[in-house]
């Protein structure tokens, strides 16, 4: 079975501070797929980043980064210099071969504090 | 470029009445997802279409079904409502049953009085 796991229920950090949500997966699929996606208070989901399990490049894009360690079947996300705006409930995605559905973990609330 | 279209965006409805949710994937696409996000929670997979055809079934109640049509637009319709209805409903859409390739619409908030 396909489980994702995110520890944290809710981070509250201060401005220009960095900040990593974590995210843990299962699979047994050797083809797979990680996603985070971004839910503001609006309630739209949206798309930051999707990594195939035969890509295990660390990618950044602006103030984000990826780490994807495939040895500790992790894929955090990394927040630099934070902003307001990115408050949000965070969540990360799995799937695979097995079945065509995401599976999402809990999510992770980011509060950032002016 | 064309997204997902989801209508109605916001629908409150009465315990015991019927609701019909409907999804306009991006054009081409043939796949459709629906996904139910109860407050506070993660999305939860309904039911998924490709080509018209009912490809996974996930935790979707009796009381709800769901079809796709010609066009590849899909309705959800959910009878005799109760309160733990009330959520967000996605719809994705997909190309070719690329399950990981997902667009989501901006959703259905949906209220159950």
């Known amino acids: 079975a396909q489980k994702v796991t995110q520890a944290q229920t809710e981070i509250s950090v201060v401005e220009k501070e960095d900040v990593t949500l974590d995210c843990v997966y299962e699979t047994r699929d050797t083809t797979y797929y990680l996603f985070w996606y971004k839910q503001p208070p609006s309630g739209e989901l949206v798309f930051l980043i999707r990594?195939?399990?035969?890509d295990e490049q660390n990618e950044i894009s602006g103030r984000y980064s990826w780490n994807f360690q495939k040895s500790t079947s992790s894929f955090n996300f990394t927040i630099t210099a934070s902003q307001v705006v990115d408050s949000a409930v965070y969540f990360c995605?799995?799937?695979?071969?097995?079945?065509?559905?995401?599976?999402w973990g809990a999510g992770t609330k980011l509060i950032i504090k002016p | 470029a064309a997204g997902v279209i989801q209508s109605p965006r916001h629908l409150i409805k009465e315990k015991r009445e019927t609701a019909t949710l409907k999804c306009y994937p991006i054009p081409r696409h043939d796949t459709v997802y629906w996904y139910q996000q109860g407050p506070g929670q993660d999305p939860q997979f309904l039911i998924s279409?490709?080509?018209?055809?009912?490809?996974d079934k996930g935790s979707i109640p009796d009381r709800f079904s769901a079809q796709q049509f010609s066009d590849y637009h899909s309705e959800l319709n959910m009878s005799s409502l109760e309160l733990g209805d009330s959520a967000l409903y996605f719809c994705?859409?997909?190309?070719?049953?690329?399950?990981?390739?997902?667009?989501f619409g901006p959703g259905t908030r949906l209220t159950v009085l």
């Open positions: 995605a799995l799937t695979g071969d097995s079945n065509y559905q995401l599976i």
């Open positions: 994705a859409s997909s190309l070719e049953g690329n399950y990981n390739e997902q667009f």
């Open positions: 279409f490709y080509e018209k055809m009912q490809s």
């Open positions: 990594r195939n399990s035969f």
